[in-house]
């Protein structure tokens, strides 16, 4: 059974930083690739960034850029997101989801959901004003 568990969200001032992790279980992270999305109370998910385990491709929202780095860690099966330089608009449930190799050319944006198979519970994050 494949499980997806984030980890590390919390409060912090604007400015601050926080890692989050993702660590994935039945499956293997040299085989999916994984995306990390947010969503916001009242707005729609966005894509937040993405690692490819083709090739290691990276890609980040244009609200991240800049401030975001996301790593793959293949022997703890695990992709963290270092978030830096947080702003309030940063507030949001984080989630991560896993993309089979096979299916990683359907990703055009690479932060169409539909195309992910299997997504975690999600992290919350609190940037206040």
């Known amino acids: 059974q494949v499980h997806l568990v984030e980890s590390g969200g919390g409060l912090v001032q604007p400015g601050g930083s926080l890692r989050l992790s993702c660590v994935a279980s039945?499956?293997?992270?040299?085989?999916?690739?994984i995306g990390w999305f947010r969503q916001a109370p009242g707005k729609e998910r966005e894509g937040v960034s993405y690692?490819?385990?083709?090739?290691?491709?990276?890609v980040y929202g244009d609200s991240v850029k800049g401030r975001f780095t996301i790593a793959r860690d293949s022997a703890k099966n695990t992709v963290y997101l270092q978030m830096n330089s947080l702003k309030p608009e940063d507030t949001a449930v984080y989630y991560c989801?896993?993309?089979?190799?096979?299916?990683?050319?359907?990703?055009?944006?690479?932060?169409?959901?539909?195309?992910?198979?299997?997504w975690g519970q999600g992290t919350q994050v609190t940037v206040p004003t």
């Open positions: 039945g499956l293997s992270l040299r085989y999916y690739g």
């Open positions: 690692i490819s385990s083709r090739d290691g491709r990276i």
């Open positions: 989801a896993a993309v089979f190799h096979g299916d990683e050319g359907r990703l055009t944006t690479k932060f169409e959901a539909d195309v992910y198979h299997y």
